[in-house]
């Protein structure tokens, strides 16, 4: 009886030492768990565009924005670059990020008019006079409207978007000193709204991409381009332009950076936050530094021997008459399309604080 004990207590001792083991492996797991949680990688994601790296739209904007997020997102996300046409061509990043060539891509809202035509309402000729103004009143429209009607319908999702500074013409040869002066001239557009304003003006636009302009003027197959002055450097068209207007305002170019919306919805809410939250910042931060780039690049190109010129009160009043006609004509064609172009129209004119 007594072996029998003693033999309980050693089974008894065994079944605590075990429990007591597996208790501990346990603990250790968890502890293993947690760990590899803290110590994770960071989620990784592409951002394409088609700017070279000394653009404004790179440096102030892109570049900025990945950096914002980043430190945002606390080490939660890395943001890899592939600038200046990488990962595709202008007119094909939208693509690229709906099809996961890219997670990020920059949209120029001008090169896909035949995906996003509404969009392109931010582009028409003097909405306003400065891109943080234009800039504010557009990104209320794309909350409002232009998330459900043509972002998310095209996969994407838009972190930010920047209006440029009114574009102006600008030419090699002929000055555009008056409203007649644009007749027959043939120049670059970078979107519907401003190839509409150049054929009311009487003039012939070539529609294409921002990188493919400098080729089209040496070559001459264009007299000039509808551009900001803050891309005339990037560019290097400074080597050809002799004129630009300073008055003639034909919209601003609408820049958007988008995500894919699968790659989105996979994300956590506060590496998103820190997304959405960069997007703000950067959308104050650039359209401000657009804005001043307009002075300083001017004083710099007016030193080369560019002349930046002001057409008069009488040809200012008549280019915005014709302006005007260009966005009932806009709004008309959508809405012939079955698209709400006159809801989308009226919409960016009240952020506006137009009537």
Same mark, same amino acid.
Not at 81 to 89: H, S
Not at 99 to 108: E, L, Q
Not at 133 to 155: I, M, P, R
Not at 246 to 271: A, H, M, R
């Given at each position: 009886?007594?072996?029998?004990?003693?033999?309980?207590?050693?089974?008894?001792?065994?079944?605590?030492?075990?429990? %007591?083991?597996?208790?501990?492996?346990?603990?250790?797991?968890?502890?293993?768990? +947690?760990?590899?949680?803290?110590?994770?990688?960071?989620? #990784?994601?592409?951002?394409?565009?088609?700017?070279?790296?000394?653009?404004?739209?790179?440096?102030?904007?892109?570049?900025? =924005?990945? +950096?914002?997020?980043?430190? !945002?997102?606390?080490?939660?996300?890395?943001?890899?670059?592939?600038?200046?046409? /990488?990962?595709?061509?202008?007119?094909? !990043?939208?693509?690229?990020?709906?099809?996961? @060539?890219?997670?990020?891509?920059?949209?120029? @809202?001008?090169?896909?008019?035949?995906?996003?035509?509404?969009?392109?309402?931010?582009?028409?000729?003097?909405?306003?006079?400065?891109?943080?103004?234009?800039?504010?009143?557009?990104?209320?429209?794309?909350?409002?409207?232009?998330?459900?009607?043509?972002?998310?319908?095209?996969?994407?999702?838009?972190?930010?978007?920047?209006?440029?500074?009114?574009?102006?013409?600008?030419? #090699?040869?002929?000055?555009?000193?008056?409203?007649?002066?644009?007749?027959?001239?043939?120049?670059? %557009?970078?979107?519907?709204?401003?190839?509409?304003?150049?054929?009311?003006?009487?003039?012939?636009?070539?529609?294409?991409?921002?990188?493919? @302009?400098?080729?089209?003027?040496?070559?001459? %197959?264009?007299?000039?381009?509808?551009?900001? #002055?803050?891309?005339?450097?990037?560019?290097?068209?400074?080597?050809?332009?002799?004129? @630009?207007?300073?008055?003639?305002?034909?919209?601003?170019?609408?820049? #958007?950076?988008?995500?894919?919306?699968? *790659?989105? /919805?996979?994300?956590?809410?506060?590496?998103?936050?820190?997304?959405?939250?960069?997007?703000?910042?950067?959308?104050?931060?650039?359209?401000?530094?657009?804005?001043?780039?307009?002075?300083?690049?001017?004083?710099?190109?007016?030193?080369?021997?560019?002349?930046?010129?002001?057409?008069?009160?009488?040809?200012?009043?008549?280019?915005?008459?014709?302006?005007?006609?260009? =966005?009932?004509? =806009?709004?008309?064609?959508?809405?012939?399309?079955?698209?709400?172009?006159?809801? *989308?129209?009226?919409?960016?004119?009240?952020?506006?604080?137009?009537?």
């Amino acid at each position: 009886m007594k072996k029998w004990k003693q033999a309980g207590w050693v089974v008894a001792i065994l079944a605590l030492m075990l429990t %007591t083991a597996c208790g501990g492996a346990q603990s250790t797991e968890t502890s293993s768990e +947690k760990q590899g949680e803290s110590s994770a990688e960071p989620i #990784t994601l592409k951002v394409a565009d088609s700017f070279p790296t000394q653009h404004v739209l790179s440096a102030e904007g892109a570049v900025y =924005w990945m +950096k914002q997020a980043e430190e !945002l997102a606390n080490g939660k996300l890395k943001l890899e670059y592939f600038p200046a046409e /990488q990962l595709g061509k202008a007119k094909s !990043l939208l693509d690229a990020a709906r099809n996961r @060539v890219t997670d990020v891509a920059y949209v120029g @809202v001008g090169y896909v008019t035949d995906k996003m035509p509404l969009s392109g309402v931010g582009e028409l000729p003097g909405a306003a006079n400065t891109a943080q103004e234009a800039t504010k009143a557009y990104w209320k429209v794309v909350q409002d409207v232009l998330l459900e009607k043509e972002f998310l319908k095209n996969g994407v999702r838009p972190m930010y978007a920047v209006i440029m500074p009114p574009y102006q013409i600008m030419t #090699t040869e002929k000055p555009v000193r008056t409203v007649e002066d644009f007749q027959g001239v043939k120049a670059r %557009t970078g979107g519907a709204a401003q190839s509409m304003a150049l054929e009311a003006l009487g003039a012939i636009p070539v529609s294409m991409p921002a990188p493919d @302009v400098y080729t089209s003027l040496a070559r001459q %197959t264009i007299d000039g381009t509808i551009f900001a #002055t803050s891309s005339i450097k990037p560019y290097q068209i400074d080597e050809m332009i002799k004129y @630009v207007t300073v008055n003639s305002n034909f919209g601003g170019f609408i820049v #958007t950076y988008c995500i894919n919306e699968n *790659v989105w /919805q996979s994300l956590p809410k506060d590496v998103q936050d820190a997304m959405l939250k960069a997007g703000e910042m950067t959308m104050e931060h650039l359209s401000a530094h657009l804005d001043n780039l307009e002075k300083t690049d001017r004083e710099e190109l007016e030193a080369k021997g560019i002349e930046f010129i002001t057409m008069d009160e009488e040809n200012t009043a008549k280019f915005k008459q014709a302006a005007e006609t260009v =966005w009932d004509n =806009w709004a008309k064609e959508l809405d012939g399309r079955g698209l709400p172009g006159t809801e *989308v129209k009226d919409a960016f004119k009240a952020a506006l604080g137009k009537k």
